[in-house]
C-alpha cells in the first residue's frame, strides 16, 4: 500500500514539475522572443537589474551593516537629508563599481557588434549595433524598408531589416510582391493590394527577393552558327513579359494579378541573378537552337522569281484540271436532261450517270501538282519563328517559362546580320551555285529556262541579222534595193544551215522552215527574171 501511495505521489509531483518547467519554457521563450512587446520587457529588467545592483552597492559600502545609518539621526532639515542621500548614492567607490559594469556592458556589447557584423558579413558595425540595441532592448528603431518599382529604395540599402533581417516592417507597393524567408526556413509572400498595413517581420526575418508583376521589357543580342557553320548575329531582340498570371481577372484592388505558386517557381527555381534573366535565358536557347537546326539559305532565302514562275505554273495548271472537270460534269449533265426528248424508234441508248462514270485508271504523279525535285530551299520566315513561342500545339517553350513563373508577351526576333569578314567570296559563290543547281532540278523550271534562253537566242540573232548586216552593207555603200536582196540572201542561208541541222539531228525538217524557203526562192526566181535572167526549161 505504502508503494501504491509512493508512486502516486512520485506521478503526481512528476507532472506538477512537468507543468512549471513548461510555464517557465513559455515565460523564457516570451522573454527571449524577438518582438517589440519582448524587446521592452527586456528594458524593464535590465532598469530593475540596475537599480537593484546600486542599492545593494550603496547597502553594502556605506550602511556598516545598519540600513538607517545611510539617514541622518535627528535631522535638522530637510537639505540636510538630501545631501546625506545624494553623497551616498553617488558615492565615488559607488560610481566606480557602476562604471566597471557598465564598461563591461559596453565591451559586451561591441563584442557582440562585431560577432554580428562578421556572420552576416557587414562592413559597417553601425548596422549591426542598431539592428542588437532593437532587437534586445528596443532602445533603437530600425524603422521600415519601402519596396517600389521592382527594388528596395536607395535609403532603405544599409537597414539592418535588408542586411540582416526582422524585427521591422516592410511596406510594399502595389506593383510589386516580395518574398520573406523566416529563419524556419518557411517563406511568406507580402504585397497584396488588399493589405494596406505594412508587412511585419518577425526576428531574423529576411528580404529573399522583390519580383516587379509590371509588363517588363528586355533588350538583348546573340550570336550562333547554322548547320552549315555559318556565323549569325541576331541584333536587338525585344521581349516583353510578365510572371506567371495564369489568366487571373484584374481587379482595382489588383491590378496586377499573380499566381502563388508563379511567385514560388519565379524565387526558388532561378539559379543565379535577377528573376528577369530567366526568361532571356530562355528565348536565348530557343533562338540559337533554331538557328543550328537550319541552314542559312533556309534562313536568309526570299522567294525569287523562278519561285513566282513555278507557283504560277502550278495555279494555271490546277485552273486547267477544274475546267476540264466541270466540262466532264455539264456534258453528263446535258445528256441525262437530253434523254427523255430521244426519238422512240432510235437506237436505246441509257447514258451512264457522271457520278458512276468509270474512268480509265491511270497512274496520276505528284509532279502535276507539285515540282519533282525542290523548287527552292525549304526557307523558314521570320512569322514561323515568333509562333515557336506562343504555338498553342508547341506546350514546350510555354511550359518551360511557366514552370520558371514568367509569361512571353510579345517578342521582336530583331535584325539577323552575317559578319562580312567571315564569309570568303568562294563560300558566297558556291552557295549560290548550290542554290541554282537545287532549284534548276526541277523540270518546270528548266523548261522556262529553256524558253528563256531560246527567246534570248532569237533576240541575239535578230539583233545581228537584220540590224548589224544593215548598217554594214550601208556603211559599204549599197543602194537600197541590193541592201534588201543581201538581207534576203543571208536569211536564205540561215535557214538552209537550221534545215540542215534539224535533218542531221532530228531527220526531220519543221514545216515553217520549208515553207520559208519556198517563199524565197520563189522572190529570188522571180528577181533574177525581172533582172532578165533565162532559166533552163522555160
Not at 524577438?34 to 521592452?40: E, H, R
Not at 524585427?167 to 504585397?191: H, Q, R
Not at 506567371?244 to 539559379?271: A, C, H, K, M
Request: aromatic share 12%.
Amino acid at each position: 500500500m505504502n508503494q501504491i501511495n509512493m508512486d502516486i505521489y512520485q506521478n503526481t509531483y512528476s507532472g506538477e514539475v512537468s507543468k512549471v518547467e513548461s510555464i517557465l519554457d513559455e515565460i523564457l521563450n516570451f522573454i527571449f522572443k524577438l518582438n517589440k512587446i519582448s524587446a521592452y520587457i527586456r528594458l524593464i529588467f535590465l532598469g530593475l537589474f540596475i537599480i537593484t545592483f546600486w542599492a545593494l552597492l550603496i547597502f553594502i559600502l556605506h550602511s556598516d551593516g545598519n540600513p538607517n545609518s545611510i539617514f541622518l539621526q535627528n535631522p535638522s532639515s530637510r537639505y540636510l537629508v538630501y545631501r546625506q542621500f545624494l553623497s551616498v548614492v553617488f558615492a565615488w567607490d559607488v560610481i566606480l563599481i557602476l562604471g566597471a559594469g557598465f564598461l563591461g556592458f559596453m565591451i559586451t556589447l561591441h563584442l557582440a557588434t562585431v560577432y554580428l557584423a562578421d556572420i552576416f558579413e557587414i562592413k559597417e558595425l553601425s548596422i549591426a549595433r542598431k539592428f542588437i540595441n532593437e532587437a534586445a532592448f528596443a532602445t533603437q528603431s530600425v524603422g521600415s524598408i519601402h519596396i517600389e518599382k521592382g527594388e528596395v529604395r536607395e535609403e532603405d540599402l544599409k537597414s539592418p531589416i535588408l542586411r540582416i533581417g526582422g524585427p521591422g516592417k516592410a511596406e510594399v507597393n502595389v506593383e510589386n510582391v516580395a518574398v520573406f524567408e523566416k529563419i524556419d526556413g518557411s517563406s511568406t509572400i507580402a504585397g497584396t493590394a488588399s493589405k494596406k498595413k505594412p508587412y511585419k517581420l518577425e526576428g531574423f526575418e529576411r528580404l529573399r527577393s522583390v519580383i516587379d508583376l509590371r509588363e517588363l521589357t528586355s533588350t538583348f543580342s546573340i550570336f550562333s552558327r547554322t548547320r552549315d557553320g555559318i556565323p549569325i548575329n541576331i541584333i536587338d531582340v525585344n521581349l516583353v513579359f510578365s510572371v506567371f498570371r495564369n489568366n487571373e481577372f484584374r481587379t482595382l484592388t489588383r491590378p496586377y494579378p499573380y499566381t502563388r505558386q508563379g511567385i514560388n517557381w519565379l524565387v526558388y527555381q532561378q539559379v543565379q541573378g535577377k528573376w528577369t534573366t530567366a526568361l532571356v535565358g530562355l528565348v536565348r536557347g530557343e533562338l540559337a537552337r533554331f538557328i543550328s537546326e537550319h541552314n542559312l539559305s533556309e534562313i536568309l532565302a526570299a522567294p525569287g522569281s523562278p519561285e513566282i514562275d513555278q507557283q504560277l505554273n502550278h495555279q494555271r495548271l490546277i485552273a486547267k484540271r477544274i475546267r476540264n472537270n466541270l466540262r466532264h460534269t455539264s456534258r453528263y449533265k446535258s445528256h441525262h436532261l437530253l434523254y427523255g426528248k430521244q426519238k422512240t424508234d432510235g437506237p436505246k441508248y441509257i447514258p451512264i450517270h457522271f457520278w458512276n462514270k468509270k474512268h480509265k485508271k491511270r497512274i496520276r504523279y505528284s509532279k502535276q501538282f507539285m515540282g519533282k525535285g525542290i523548287s527552292a530551299s525549304n526557307f523558314s520566315p521570320r512569322t514561323t519563328l515568333t509562333n515557336l513561342f506562343f504555338d498553342e500545339f508547341n506546350h514546350s517553350f510555354r511550359n518551360r517559362a511557366h514552370h520558371r513563373g514568367v509569361t512571353l508577351r510579345w517578342i521582336d526576333v530583331g535584325t539577323w546580320d552575317i559578319p562580312s569578314n567571315l564569309i570568303l567570296d568562294q563560300h558566297v559563290e558556291a552557295w549560290k551555285i548550290a542554290t541554282e543547281n537545287e532549284i534548276r532540278s526541277n523540270p518546270r523550271v528548266l523548261s522556262e529556262v529553256k524558253n528563256q534562253a531560246r527567246a534570248k537566242e532569237i533576240s541575239r540573232l535578230l539583233q545581228q541579222l537584220p540590224s548589224q548586216r544593215f548598217y554594214e552593207y550601208q556603211y559599204q555603200g549599197f543602194s537600197k534595193q541590193e541592201i534588201i536582196l543581201k538581207l534576203i540572201q543571208d536569211y536564205a542561208a540561215k535557214l538552209k544551215s537550221a534545215r540542215e541541222l534539224f535533218l542531221n539531228k532530228k531527220g526531220r525538217v519543221p514545216r515553217q522552215i520549208d515553207t520559208a524557203l519556198t517563199h524565197v526562192r520563189k522572190f529570188q526566181l522571180q528577181q533574177y527574171k525581172d533582172e532578165g535572167g533565162f532559166f533552163i526549161g522555160e
